[in-house]
Nanobody
Framework: QVQLVESGGGLVQPGGSLRLSCAAS????????MRWYRQAPGKARELVAS????????NYADSVKGRFTISRDNAKNTVYLQMKSLKPDDTAVYYC??????????WGQGIQVTVSS
């Protein structure tokens, strides 16, 4: 079974940090680009960050540049999102996505991140 399981979310104070992890199984992880999306209540889904299959490129939404870092460890079949200097506007459900242009699009269940004092 294909699985993407997010972990590491929760409640954090403004200015704090969290690291999200997404553990993949059931497919060839190293052949897929990985993305983190987020969706806040009443807002459209937003692409937060992406990373190529071997980490050759990374891209970030303007709203998180300089604060978030996406990385991957293909030996562990895991992609990470290190989030620093968190703001209340970062509050959302964060989703892990695996994508391959040749065919393949998998999604995790999502994990809540709440930034509040």
């Amino acid at each position: 079974q294909v699985q993407l399981v997010e972990s590491g979310g929760g409640l954090v104070q403004p200015g704090g940090s969290l690291r999200l992890s997404c553990a993949a199984s059931g497919f060839t992880f190293s052949m897929y680009a990985m993305r983190w999306y987020r969706q806040a209540p009443g807002k459209a889904r937003e692409l937060v960050a992406s990373i190529g299959s071997v980490g050759a490129f990374t891209n970030y939404a303007d709203s998180v540049k300089g604060r978030f870092t996406i990385s991957r460890d293909n030996a562990k079949n895991t992609v990470y999102l290190q989030m620093k200097s968190l703001k209340p506007d970062d509050t959302a459900v964060y989703y892990c996505n695996a994508y391959r242009q040749a065919g393949g699009d998998y999604w995790g269940q999502g994990i809540q991140v709440t930034v509040s004092s």
